[in-house]
């Protein structure tokens, strides 16, 4: 048994595999009743010894739509009190260890802090206090009303910050020293934060694993909203929705994303250019500065699309009249069919669309970021460093290759977790676990990941199959297209 006081109260925690565990910390009060589709409240202290041994409960949200629920495990955990979080950290108390604070993918819709993959105990063991939190998804979380505030869940996760600031010196963590990583959605997030005035001073570096710079105007947010308002027959207002029952607003939002994804598009949830969270297009603003102190390490997976594309069989349905006409559609550069099926002999259609779709809405934008980045001081003055990756290890489970989510169970050096074991298969080589882990605990330690920051010679660290090299440029050919 681990004792901690925190500024609410004091937790109990247990030990496991040598690091004390704390889970289901409240940060935020349960978003329920009047508190619905509003602004995080503060949590009411608590007398006693609060229990912080198993997770808490976890944000509404529909299971992930088949084939993907048999590679993208879900837990669901009920109750209210969803806005929690969780910690491992190797020397509670005094120590001043460096902290990373993980936030989840899954399209704003899906995902949680209880992925067994987002186990903290090799971080932990290897000296970071890691921090995982929860946040309110899909309508409640980044629905778009007249009478509440936008970007609701990354309210949610700017609060989880504000704790890890006021509390994370009791398990030993720096505040001063504090790294945001996340994946798809959650790199999409703290891509935002980096632009946000409220994170200013919230963290001090960054990751973003496939995951860009995005959001959208309210009136294109809003679009979600107002469907499902149609599909229920209420009015597209969050006085109506929190009146709704939630299991009726979790079908109708199923029934209204259903068959949209990240790279085909459809209907979906936004971070939105709200005017106060996030003040502008963060894209925009990245390029013109913001957030430019902050160190920053990302990259992307070589084949992102198959995890889309492949398992419901979507690639072997696209044709070359489909690929043309989906290169028109989204504007990609005309010669790109050519180009590209140059460096994949043998490619199908479905295949040379897929790498276009992926370097078009990641792999493109994250070099972008990277290049206003060089050499630029950041708003307010300071430079930080910037290194690129790219995961191009392919998994042997259903053709997957190096696709979307592969990398996170090397990340956390958790490739025997079962939801690892679904993308990855038995065999994924441990050596490039420990490779890719360690650049990440070293980045988070002095904000050097081991290999050459980013230049006009271009290197990208590739973990793939011969192990991790610095490849120099990789496909310029191809980059080139897009200007």
Same mark, same amino acid.
């Given at each position: 048994?681990?004792?901690?006081?925190?500024?609410?109260?004091?937790?109990?925690?247990?030990? *496991?595999?040598?690091?004390?565990?704390?889970?289901?910390? /409240?940060?935020?009060?349960?978003?329920?009743?009047?508190?619905?589709?509003? @602004?995080?409240?503060?949590?009411?202290?608590?007398?006693?010894?609060?229990?912080?041994?198993? %997770?808490?409960?976890?944000?509404?949200?529909?299971?992930?739509?088949?084939?993907?629920?048999?590679?993208?495990? =879900?837990?669901?955990?009920?109750? !209210?009190?969803?806005?929690?979080?969780?910690?491992?950290?190797?020397?509670?108390?005094?120590?001043?260890?460096?902290?990373?604070?993980?936030?989840?993918?899954?399209?704003?819709?899906?995902? @949680?802090?209880?992925? /067994?993959?987002?186990?903290?105990?090799?971080?932990?063991?290897?000296?970071?206090?890691?921090?995982?939190?929860?946040?309110?998804?899909?309508?409640?979380?980044?629905?778009?009303?007249?009478?509440?505030?936008?970007?609701?869940?990354?309210?949610?996760?700017?609060?989880?910050?504000?704790?890890?600031? *006021?509390?994370?010196?009791?398990?030993?963590?720096?505040?001063?020293?504090?790294?945001?990583?996340?994946?798809?959605?959650?790199?999409?997030?703290?891509?935002?934060?980096?632009?946000?005035?409220?994170?200013?001073?919230?963290?001090?570096?960054?990751?973003?694993?496939?995951?860009?710079?995005?959001?959208?105007?309210?009136? $294109?947010?809003?679009?979600?909203?107002?469907?499902?308002?149609?599909?229920?027959?209420?009015?597209?207002?969050?006085?109506?929705?929190?009146?709704?029952?939630?299991?009726?607003?979790?079908?109708?939002?199923?029934?209204?994303?259903?068959?949209?994804?990240?790279?085909?598009?459809?209907?979906?949830?936004?971070?939105?250019? =709200?005017?106060?969270?996030?003040?502008? =297009?963060?894209?925009?603003?990245? #390029?013109?500065?913001?957030?430019?102190?902050?160190?920053?390490?990302?990259?992307?997976?070589? &084949?992102?699309?198959?995890?889309?594309?492949?398992?419901?069989?979507?690639? !072997?349905?696209?044709?070359?009249?489909?690929?043309?006409?989906?290169?028109?559609?989204?504007?990609?550069?005309?010669?790109?069919?050519?180009?590209?099926?140059?460096?994949?002999?043998?490619?199908?259609?479905? *295949?040379?669309?897929?790498?276009?779709? $992926?370097?078009?809405?990641?792999?493109?934008?994250?070099?972008?970021? #990277?290049?206003?980045?060089?050499?630029?001081?950041?708003?307010?003055?300071?430079?930080?460093?910037? %290194?690129?990756?790219?995961?191009?290890?392919?998994?042997?489970?259903?053709?997957?290759?190096?696709?979307?989510?592969?990398?996170?169970?090397?990340?956390? !050096?958790?490739? &025997?977790?079962?939801?690892?074991?679904?993308?990855?298969? &038995?065999?994924?080589?441990?050596?490039?676990? $420990?490779?890719?882990?360690?650049?990440?605990? @070293?980045?988070?330690?002095?904000? !050097?990941?081991?290999?050459?920051?980013?230049?006009?010679?271009?290197?990208?660290?590739?973990?793939?199959?011969?192990?991790?090299?610095?490849?120099?440029?990789?496909?310029?050919?191809?980059?080139?297209?897009?200007?």
């Amino acid at each position: 048994m681990t004792l901690i006081t925190t500024t609410h109260g004091t937790l109990r925690g247990t030990t *496991e595999h040598g690091v004390a565990v704390f889970r289901n910390i /409240p940060y935020a009060a349960a978003p329920t009743g009047k508190l619905r589709f509003r @602004s995080p409240a503060a949590v009411t202290p608590w007398d006693g010894v609060r229990d912080a041994t198993a %997770f808490g409960p976890t944000a509404p949200k529909n299971p992930y739509p088949a084939p993907l629920d048999e590679l993208l495990h =879900d837990p669901d955990i009920p109750g !209210d009190a969803c806005l929690n979080l969780n910690v491992w950290t190797p020397s509670p108390g005094k120590a001043r260890l460096p902290v990373m604070v993980w936030i989840h993918g899954g399209s704003l819709r899906n995902g @949680s802090s209880a992925v /067994p993959t987002y186990d903290g105990t090799q971080f932990a063991r290897d000296g970071v206090v890691l921090v995982s939190l929860n946040y309110r998804l899909g309508i409640e979380g980044f629905g778009v009303f007249p009478d509440a505030p936008a970007n609701l869940g990354l309210r949610d996760q700017l609060t989880a910050l504000r704790w890890v600031q *006021e509390n994370i010196g009791a398990f030993g963590g720096d505040p001063a020293n504090v790294t945001c990583f996340g994946e798809s959605a959650g790199a999409i997030s703290i891509a935002a934060l980096l632009t946000s005035p409220y994170a200013k001073g919230l963290f001090h570096r960054a990751v973003l694993q496939s995951g860009a710079p995005a959001a959208v105007p309210p009136t $294109t947010a809003r679009a979600t909203t107002k469907a499902m308002a149609r599909h229920l027959g209420i009015a597209a207002t969050a006085k109506a929705f929190s009146q709704a029952d939630r299991t009726e607003l979790l079908a109708a939002q199923a029934a209204v994303t259903r068959g949209g994804n990240p790279l085909t598009g459809g209907a979906g949830f936004h971070i939105v250019i =709200d005017g106060d969270v996030i003040p502008d =297009d963060p894209a925009t603003a990245s #390029a013109q500065g913001a957030g430019h102190a902050v160190d920053l390490l990302l990259g992307t997976n070589t &084949d992102e699309y198959r995890l889309w594309f492949v398992p419901g069989g979507l690639v !072997d349905r696209i044709g070359r009249a489909t690929l043309r006409a989906a290169v028109l559609k989204h504007r990609a550069p005309w010669r790109s069919p050519r180009v590209y099926r140059t460096a994949r002999r043998g490619a199908s259609p479905g *295949e040379i669309l897929g790498a276009i779709a $992926t370097d078009k809405l990641l792999r493109i934008p994250l070099n972008r970021l #990277a290049d206003a980045r060089t050499g630029r001081p950041g708003q307010g003055g300071g430079r930080g460093r910037t %290194f690129f990756y790219e995961f191009a290890w392919p998994s042997p489970v259903r053709e997957l290759g190096a696709c979307h989510a592969l990398e996170i169970g090397f990340v956390f !050096d958790t490739l &025997d977790s079962p939801d690892s074991r679904a993308l990855a298969g &038995d065999t994924a080589p441990r050596a490039l676990a $420990t490779a890719m882990h360690t650049a990440w605990t @070293s980045f988070a330690t002095d904000g !050097d990941p081991g290999w050459a920051e980013w230049s006009e010679e271009r290197p990208v660290m590739t973990f793939g199959v011969n192990g991790s090299e610095v490849v120099r440029a990789p496909r310029e050919r191809e980059r080139r297209l897009w200007g």
